[in-house]
Each structure stands twice: as C-alpha cells, then as structure tokens.
C-alpha cells in the first residue's frame, strides 16, 4: 500500500487533472491539499497587499468548490497556508506519503517554489494548463521564438492538442485528512456588489462550465467573437473564462474541445478559430515564462531594455482609483475596482495611459493587476504588461494607445463612460 500526496496549485479541479490522473494511477491513497503562500498574497515593494478582496474571495470559493467535487469521490482537501516546502517536508513524513505530485508552473516564484519543495521529498511535476503540451512542442521551450506570430506560425504546422485523462471515479483517502486553515482560507474586506456589475463571476467550477456551455453552445456569442471581442459594455462580448483558466478550474483544453464541439454543429469560421487563437497567445505568455524566469518581473523587461517611469504616488493611486480625468481611462479603473476584472481592450488602454502618458514605473501597474483582477496569472500579466511597457516580446516599440482616439472607437456613443461614470 502507498501513498501520495496531491499538492493542488492552479489546477484546481479534478477532471482532466494530470497530477491526480498519476497520483491516483500510481497510488493507493491520495491525499489531496492546496498550500496557500502567504508570500504571494502579502504586501510587495510598492506598498499594498498582492491580493485583493476579489481576488480572495474567487479563490476562496474555487477552493470550496474543489473540496465538494473531492468529496463527491470519496476524498477531501486540506487546506494549508504555509510556505510549500515547509508545509510539505512536514505532511510527508507524519502521513507516511512516499511521494508529492503537482502541476508544474511557470510563473519565477512557482518555480522557486518547486525547486524548494524537490531539495526536501519526492516531487512529481505534470504539465501545467496550456492548451499545447510542452512536450509537443516543435522546439525545446528554451528556444521558444521571441515574437507571437512566429511561434504561431511554427506551432500551428504541426498541431496537437491531447486527449483528456480519465477523472478517477474513486479517491482513497485515509481518515482525519481533510480540514486545515480555517475557512475561508483567505480572509478579506467586506465586498459591496456593485449594481452597474453586468456579469457575477463564481469561483467554482459548476459556475466555469455553465458559462463555457452558454458561450460556445450556439452560434450567437462563439460565432461572432471575432466581431465582439474587443467590446467593453455588457456580459458577452468575450467568453470571461480567464478567471477560472487562472485557477485552473478549467482546462485550456476543455474550452479548445467546447470549441470544437461547437464546429462539429455549427461549423467553423473566423470566430471559433480567433477563440483558438486567443488561448493560444495564452500559451505564449505561460511559455515565455518558462524561457525568461526571473526577467519577466524585473523592470528591464525579458528584453533587457532601460525602462523608463518613476513611482509618483499621487499619479499613480488617481490612475487605480479611476481619477486621472481622462474619461475613458477612468471608467475602465472604476469598472476593475468595482468587480475585479476588466475587457481587454480596457486593459491594454489603461496599461499603456499608466506608462506612456503619466510615465509611472510598469511593475506599479503589475503589481496592482495582480492585487486585483480575479483572473491574474504571472505569465499572461506580467507578460502583457512588459509587452506594452516596451521591454517584452512586442517586435514593435513601446506600444502607445491614445485614449481619445480608442474611446472615439470603441466606445462611439460614450455609452461605457456614462456607465460607469
Ligand atoms: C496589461 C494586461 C494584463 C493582463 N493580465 C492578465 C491576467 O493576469 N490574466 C489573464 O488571464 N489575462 C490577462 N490579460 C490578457 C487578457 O486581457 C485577458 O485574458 C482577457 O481579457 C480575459 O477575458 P476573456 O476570458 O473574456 O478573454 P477572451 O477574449 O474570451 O479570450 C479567451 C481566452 O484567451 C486568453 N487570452 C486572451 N487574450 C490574451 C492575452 N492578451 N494574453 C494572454 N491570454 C489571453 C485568456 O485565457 C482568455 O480567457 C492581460 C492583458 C493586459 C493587456
């Protein structure tokens, strides 16, 4: 009889689950836990916390959420908020466990974390949640192009995205495990819901796939993605899934085969691809990562370039409270304060205002998505982020947005201004 310890990051879920597919194949017991590190939510250099109340409290219910789906096969989560390697060096040896298996990640302080974690037990790393298996790749991950177009090009000549794995219909887990932290694991502020909201976002993963099946279910909002997606007002306009991709709740691969299903009914055109297209810049930025490890958190960028901004607190706490005076500028700021996320057009609009035009530092900005946004993720901010800010992988300069010009085009009418005015 042997034991496994399943060490839950941002794979939280258990269909198509790579690391709880090989614990559960190689092991008679499971015992499943998320560590939370309080490193990655407690204040940074720039002052404020890492995360915020939305952020907290989508985790919290995500976590919720894979507790109830491990119960419903006979298991259950214990949650843990410790530094990882401590944690585990601990639950190894107390629980018998011969082994940890987990997702690999990408992110520079993900993989820290992994190399702590392996110089004390038995580490086990699956693929992390890309829609291409880095193993399929058709080059090393270290030899990734530096330009989106490039990889897309090379990728999509020898395409293969894989089969899901089996969700185990049973997990044996011994007595007494379970429990932990106390619930919720993260505390926050009191949250306010803002009635100007047009989408409520749950963190669990019954709320991710309803609203995979009511995206791609018929031709109207998955067919005209292409048309919609750099929309700003309403709850459509694109498919919202970056929450629960960012905590894997849902599989890269599961929104590619709901995409897929949808072809095979209504045929593929311009928008199910572009839907494709977008998962796999996606890819991009958690490749890149992989490639650039510590650089794409440093000021200088994975390019090496000297960034330019400094840290004016007055102008950078009106750009988070959404009172520059530009109006365009603060309806996108007021919109991510009030719910917790934001369009991407809004995103790469207020990104290069805080850069560009009030010449503040862009990890300032990094670090305050990443207190924010429900959806963050290190690759696909910090990678975004650094793309604007001039010292990614942009094959173009410094990318500036003019506001006027982008409200004057996005927002016609004025219509998401007044919204959220
Ligand atoms: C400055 C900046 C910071 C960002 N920070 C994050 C972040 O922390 N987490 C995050 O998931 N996305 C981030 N993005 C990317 C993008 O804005 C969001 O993924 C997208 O807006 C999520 O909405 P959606 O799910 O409706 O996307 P859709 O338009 O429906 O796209 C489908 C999926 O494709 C992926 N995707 C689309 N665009 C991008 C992109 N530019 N980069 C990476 N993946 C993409 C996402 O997983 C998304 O869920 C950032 C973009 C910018 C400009």
Redesign the pocket.
Known sequence: MTRAILWFRNDLRVADNEALHAACTAHDEVLPVVIIDPKQHGARPFGFERSGPFRRRFLNEAIAGLDAELRSLGSCLRVVVADPAEALQQLVPEWRAVAVYAQRLYGWEEQEQERAVASRVALHLLAPNTLLHPDDLPFPVQRLPHVFTAFRNKVEKQWAVREPVATPARINTPEGWGGGAEHPALPHEPITEDQRAPFTFTGDRAAALARLNHYCSGPELLGS?KLT?NGLLGSDF?????PW??TGTLGARE?YRAVKDYEAVHGANESSYW?VF??L??DF?QFTAAMHGRDLFLRHGIAHKPAKGDHNTRRFEAWCEGRTGQPFIDANMRELAATGWM??RG??NV?SYLVHDLGIDWRMGAYW?ERM?I???PC??W???QY?AGVGNDPREGRRFDAVRQAGMYDPEGAYVEHWG
């Open positions: 993605y997606r694109s498919g919202r899934f970056s991709l960012a929104v839907m977008e998962l810049w996606r930025f369009s991407n995103r790469q990104a998505f946004l959806d963050y993720d696909s901010n990678g975004n982020w604007v």
